[in-house]
């Protein structure tokens, strides 16, 4: 019945540089930030004081694990708020694509081909979305209205102006996910995880937050929005 809040923070990243084999020089690990990967003057100072004191062999090491780190980082498509989408996909069936999943990278949402589901409709779909790994789909407009969407995996989806009344999202990670103008009355969220999404002028009177995992910045932005009821800002832990 209640929700559980984490201090965790959508703007972390985590970037471990791995030590060499039989290398007399091991290479420090960058720890946890809340800020931008070489934001501060100092984070910049201390890496460049490192590469003067080690020798080519070992700065090319560690220039290789930035980069592999960078590369992951950069290949997740986290599209802006101003960003323009890509063309609508031509590709015939693509609606039936959501029906077999996105199983590359699914935690960071990379993929070799985007999944393109924009305007498709899913309507009571009972089945073939259940536990399906949507990773970075393209969802704005679709409709999705009583689908079962159970253990469904949309980690960094844009599903803004989508349509998901009634959706069953128990036990899914819809981490980063932009629900942003997105009609989501009546949605089931118990015990899914909705750490770092965004649900702007989002629809949710009546959707059910129970055993819901947040972080506690995302669910202060949560609990303003004006359409959730009191209970369910009473499960959230709404002030």
Known sequence: MATFSLPLS????????????????????????????????????????????????????????????????????????NQRLPPLSTEPNRCEKAFVGNTIGQANGVYDKPIDLRFCDYTNDKSNLKGKSLAAALMSDAKFDGADMSEVVMSKAYAVGASFKDVD??????????????????????????????????????????????????LQKLCTNTTITPDGRATLGCR
Not at 58 to 74: K, N
Not at 178 to 194: D, H, M, R, T
Not at 204 to 209: G, K, N, P, Q, S
């Open 10 to 81: 959508q703007n972390n990243l985590c970037l471990r540089s791995l030590s060499p084999k039989r290398s007399r020089f091991p290479i420090p690990e960058i720890s946890c930030s809340g800020k931008t990967p070489g934001s501060t003057r100092r984070d910049q100072l201390d890496v460049i004081a490192y590469a003067k004191s080690k020798p080519l062999k070992e700065l090319q090491s560690v220039a290789l694990s930035l980069l592999a780190a960078w590369a992951v980082t950069a290949a997740s498509p986290v599209i802006a708020a």
């Open 169 to 218: 999202f128990s036990n899914a990670v819809l981490d980063r996910v932009n629900f942003g103008k997105a009609n989501l009355e009546g949605a089931i969220f118990k015990n899914s995880v909705l750490s770092g999404s965004t649900f702007d002028e989002a629809k949710l009177t009546d959707a059910v937050f129970e055993d819901t995992i947040i972080g506690y910045i995302d």
